[in-house]
C-alpha cells in the first residue's frame, strides 16, 4: 500500500502541547504582523519579532504563589464627552500598571520626534490630521514602557477612519470600552467639569468636589465645556460611533456611565481582565466526575448529542470488551465474574486504545467513571490523555440518596422508574419493579465514602476544573457547563 494514502494519524499528545503553548496564536499574530509590516526580510522579521519578551502579549506575574500568564493591556476607552473616559482611564492605569495615552497627554510629550508638529496645528488653530495622530500614538506605543507595562488608550480613535488607521498600523486594543450616559447628564456634568492641572485628575463642581483647600484653588475649568459647544461635539460624537462600533464590535463593551463612578470601574476592570474566545481549532476532551447519582451520564449524553462528541463511560466500555471478547476483554471478564475492581493498569489499555481512535482525535470526547483516585488521574496523564475541561458535579448526601434509592426498574422492559420523578404507570408495571441491589442505602453510602475521601485530592489535581451544583434542573445544569466549555481557561505557566 501507498504510504501516502494512508490515513493520517495525529500524535495525541500534540492536541495538548499546541493548546499548553498556544501555538495557533503565536502563528497567527506572526502572520498578522507579516502582512501589517511587509519587512524586506520576513524570516529575519520573525526572529527578532519571537526574541521580544512580550510582543505576544504576555508577562509572567506571581498569583497564589504559582507563575500565572497574564495579558499585557492593550485598552481603548472611548465615549462621549463628560462621559468619565479620563477618571476610567486614570483609575484603570493606576490598577494594572499600564501607561496612559491620550491625545492631551500626546501634545505634552517631548520626546516625541512628531510632537512639534502636532502642537503647530493646534497653535494654527487647525484639525490634526487623522495620519499624525496615528503616528504620534505608534511612536508612543512603541516605547519601551509602554511595550512592557501595556497601555490605555483614553479617547482615540473618534471614528471609523481613525479606526481603520489604527489597525494598519498594526496598533490592535485587546478590549474597547465604550461609556454612555444621557445627553442631558453628560451636558449637566460638562457645565461643572474642573480639572487639577498639576494631576490632570478631574472633579465636579456638584458631583465631585476635593476636599483639599490648596487643591480647590488651583482647579480650572477646561476649554469647550460650555452646553452649546457639548451639544454639537455629542452630535459628532453620536454620528461617528456607529463606524467605531462596527470596526471593533467582537472585543467591545459597553458600559453605562451614569451610575457611581466605583461601579463604572469595576465592570470596566472586570471586562479588561478577561480573556476573548480563541480563533484556535478547539477539540473537547470533557471530563466528568462526582458521585453516584450527580448526573454524569445525562450530562454526557447531551454534551456529545449535541457537539456531536464522543461519549466515554468507562464502565460501559469495559462491559464491551467483555462482550466482544477482546483480548483485554478476556483479562477484565474474571474480575466481573467475581464482582472485583479492575486493576488500573487493564482499564487504562482499554481506554487508551478507545480515546485513540480517529473519531476521538478529530471530533473530542466526553470521559466518565474515570479516574476516581489520584493516582488513576496521574496514570492518565501519563499516557497523554489531558482533558481540557474537567466538571464536578456536586449534590448534597439526602439528594444523592433521594435520586438513587428511588431508582427502579421494570426487568420486562428496561425501562427504569423513579419512585417520586417518574412512577410507574400502572400498578401491573408498579408490581413487577425491581431495584438494582447498587442502590440499596448501603452500598450507596460505601460507594460515596470511597468517592469522598478521594474527591480532594482529584479537586487540587484538576485545579481548573469548574464546580457545578447538580442539584437542579439537568437544563440547567447543562446550560451552565456549556457555557464553561467555550469560556477561555486561564493560561498557566
Given at each position: 500500500?501507498?504510504?501516502?494514502?494512508?490515513?493520517?494519524?495525529?500524535?495525541?499528545?500534540?492536541?495538548?502541547?499546541?493548546?499548553?503553548?498556544?501555538?495557533?496564536?503565536?502563528?497567527?499574530?506572526?502572520?498578522?504582523?507579516?502582512?501589517?509590516?511587509?519587512?524586506?526580510?520576513?524570516?529575519?522579521f520573525?526572529?527578532?519579532?519571537?526574541?521580544?519578551?512580550?510582543?505576544?502579549?504576555?508577562?509572567?506575574?506571581?498569583?497564589c504563589?504559582?507563575?500565572?500568564?497574564?495579558?499585557?493591556?492593550?485598552?481603548?476607552?472611548?465615549?462621549?464627552?463628560?462621559s468619565?473616559?479620563?477618571?476610567?482611564?486614570?483609575?484603570?492605569?493606576?490598577?494594572?500598571?499600564?501607561?496612559?495615552?491620550?491625545?492631551?497627554?500626546?501634545?505634552?510629550?517631548?520626546?516625541?520626534?512628531?510632537?512639534?508638529?502636532?502642537?503647530?496645528?493646534?497653535?494654527?488653530?487647525?484639525?490634526?490630521?487623522?495620519?499624525?495622530?496615528?503616528?504620534?500614538?505608534?511612536?508612543?506605543?512603541?516605547?519601551v514602557?509602554?511595550?512592557?507595562?501595556?497601555?490605555?488608550l483614553?479617547?482615540?480613535?473618534?471614528?471609523?477612519?481613525?479606526?481603520?488607521?489604527?489597525?494598519?498600523?498594526?496598533?490592535?486594543?485587546?478590549?474597547?470600552?465604550?461609556?454612555?450616559?444621557?445627553?442631558?447628564?453628560?451636558?449637566?456634568?460638562?457645565?461643572?467639569?474642573?480639572?487639577?492641572?498639576?494631576?490632570?485628575?478631574?472633579?465636579?463642581?456638584?458631583?465631585?468636589?476635593?476636599?483639599?483647600?490648596?487643591?480647590?484653588?488651583?482647579?480650572v475649568?477646561?476649554?469647550?465645556?460650555?452646553?452649546?459647544?457639548?451639544?454639537?461635539?455629542?452630535?459628532?460624537?453620536?454620528?461617528?460611533?456607529?463606524?467605531?462600533?462596527?470596526?471593533?464590535?467582537?472585543?467591545?463593551?459597553?458600559?453605562?456611565a451614569?451610575?457611581?463612578?466605583?461601579?463604572?470601574f469595576?465592570?470596566?476592570?472586570?471586562?479588561?481582565?478577561?480573556?476573548?474566545?480563541?480563533?484556535?481549532?478547539?477539540?473537547?476532551?470533557?471530563?466528568?466526575?462526582?458521585?453516584?447519582?450527580?448526573?454524569?451520564?445525562?450530562?454526557?449524553?447531551l454534551?456529545?448529542?449535541?457537539?456531536?462528541?464522543?461519549?466515554?463511560?468507562?464502565?460501559?466500555?469495559?462491559?464491551?470488551?467483555?462482550?466482544?471478547?477482546?483480548?483485554?476483554?478476556?483479562?477484565?471478564?474474571?474480575?466481573?465474574?467475581?464482582?472485583?475492581?479492575?486493576?488500573?493498569?487493564?482499564?487504562?489499555?482499554?481506554?487508551?486504545?478507545?480515546?485513540?481512535?480517529?473519531?476521538?482525535?478529530?471530533?473530542?470526547?466526553?470521559?466518565?467513571?474515570?479516574?476516581?483516585?489520584?493516582?488513576?488521574?496521574?496514570?492518565?496523564?501519563?499516557?497523554?490523555?489531558?482533558?481540557?475541561?474537567?466538571?464536578?458535579?456536586?449534590?448534597?448526601?439526602?439528594?444523592?440518596?433521594?435520586?438513587?434509592?428511588?431508582?427502579?426498574?421494570?426487568?420486562?422492559?428496561g425501562?427504569?422508574?423513579?419512585?417520586?420523578?417518574?412512577?410507574?404507570?400502572?400498578?401491573?408495571?408498579q408490581?413487577?419493579?425491581?431495584?438494582?441491589?447498587?442502590?440499596?442505602?448501603?452500598?450507596?453510602?460505601?460507594?460515596?465514602?470511597?468517592?469522598?475521601?478521594?474527591?480532594?485530592?482529584?479537586?487540587e489535581?484538576?485545579?481548573?476544573?469548574?464546580?457545578?451544583?447538580?442539584?437542579?434542573?439537568?437544563?440547567?445544569?447543562?446550560?451552565?457547563?456549556?457555557?464553561?466549555?467555550?469560556?477561555?481557561?486561564?493560561?498557566?505557566s
Open positions: 500500500m501507498d504510504a501516502t494514502a494512508r490515513p493520517l494519524r495525529v500524535p495525541p499528545e500534540m492536541g495538548p502541547y499546541a493548546e499548553k503553548h498556544g501555538l495557533f496564536q503565536l502563528l497567527q499574530n506572526m502572520v498578522e504582523k507579516l502582512l501589517i509590516h511587509k519587512p524586506d526580510d520576513p524570516i529575519e520573525m526572529i527578532t519579532h519571537l526574541k521580544q519578551d512580550n510582543d505576544d502579549g504576555k508577562v509572567y506575574g506571581k498569583c504563589n504559582s507563575d500565572v500568564l497574564q495579558l499585557i493591556p492593550r485598552i481603548c476607552i472611548v465615549g462621549p464627552p463628560a468619565g473616559k479620563t477618571t476610567i482611564a486614570m483609575w484603570l492605569c493606576k490598577q494594572l500598571d499600564a501607561i496612559r495615552v491620550s491625545p492631551e497627554t500626546l501634545l505634552l510629550e517631548e520626546l516625541l520626534e512628531l510632537t512639534k508638529e502636532a502642537r503647530a496645528y493646534k497653535e494654527r488653530e487647525q484639525e490634526i490630521p487623522n495620519a499624525l495622530w496615528t503616528n504620534l500614538i505608534q511612536e508612543r506605543l512603541s516605547n514602557d509602554c511595550i512592557k507595562r501595556g497601555w490605555v483614553e479617547g482615540f480613535p473618534e471614528n471609523r477612519e481613525q479606526a481603520w488607521m489604527l489597525q494598519s498600523a498594526g496598533i490592535a486594543p485587546r478590549h474597547v470600552v465604550v461609556l454612555y450616559a444621557p445627553d442631558v447628564v453628560l451636558i449637566e456634568r460638562n457645565l461643572g467639569k474642573r480639572v487639577d492641572p498639576f494631576t490632570e485628575e478631574v472633579y465636579h463642581t456638584t458631583f465631585d468636589w476635593p476636599s483639599d483647600p490648596l487643591v480647590q484653588q488651583r482647579l475649568e477646561p476649554e469647550g465645556v460650555s452646553e452649546q459647544e457639548t451639544s454639537k461635539k455629542l452630535l459628532d460624537y453620536h454620528r461617528n460611533f456607529p463606524g467605531i462600533f462596527q470596526t471593533f464590535h467582537k472585543i467591545l463593551k459597553s458600559i453605562n451614569d451610575q457611581p463612578c466605583a461601579d463604572v469595576s465592570q470596566a476592570l472586570a471586562y479588561v481582565q478577561t480573556r476573548h474566545r480563541s480563533a484556535a481549532p478547539f477539540t473537547p476532551r470533557i471530563l466528568f466526575c462526582g458521585p453516584p447519582g450527580s448526573g454524569k451520564s445525562l450530562q454526557a449524553a454534551i456529545a448529542q449535541k457537539y456531536s462528541i464522543v461519549n466515554i463511560c468507562c464502565g460501559q466500555l469495559l462491559k464491551e470488551a467483555v462482550a466482544d471478547k477482546t483480548k483485554l476483554g478476556e483479562l477484565v471478564k474474571p474480575y466481573f465474574d467475581n464482582g472485583c475492581p479492575v486493576p488500573d493498569n487493564i482499564v487504562l489499555k482499554i481506554l487508551a486504545d478507545r480515546l485513540n481512535r480517529l473519531d476521538c482525535m478529530t471530533s473530542g470526547w466526553v470521559l466518565h467513571g474515570f479516574p476516581r483516585d489520584l493516582d488513576q488521574a496521574e496514570q492518565l496523564e501519563r499516557i497523554r490523555m489531558i482533558p481540557n475541561r474537567v466538571f464536578f458535579l456536586n449534590l448534597p448526601y439526602e439528594s444523592i440518596l433521594e435520586r438513587l434509592a428511588q431508582r427502579r426498574i421494570d426487568p420486562a422492559t425501562e427504569r422508574y423513579h419512585i417520586t420523578y417518574k412512577p410507574a404507570p400502572s400498578p401491573d408495571i408490581a413487577r419493579l425491581r431495584q438494582n441491589p447498587k442502590d440499596l442505602e448501603g452500598k450507596i453510602e460505601m460507594h460515596l465514602e470511597i468517592y469522598y475521601r478521594n474527591i480532594k485530592d482529584l479537586e489535581f484538576y485545579e481548573n476544573a469548574f464546580s457545578v451544583n447538580a442539584d437542579q434542573d439537568p437544563h440547567v445544569v447543562f446550560e451552565y457547563i456549556e457555557s464553561c466549555i467555550i469560556k477561555p481557561l486561564p493560561q498557566k
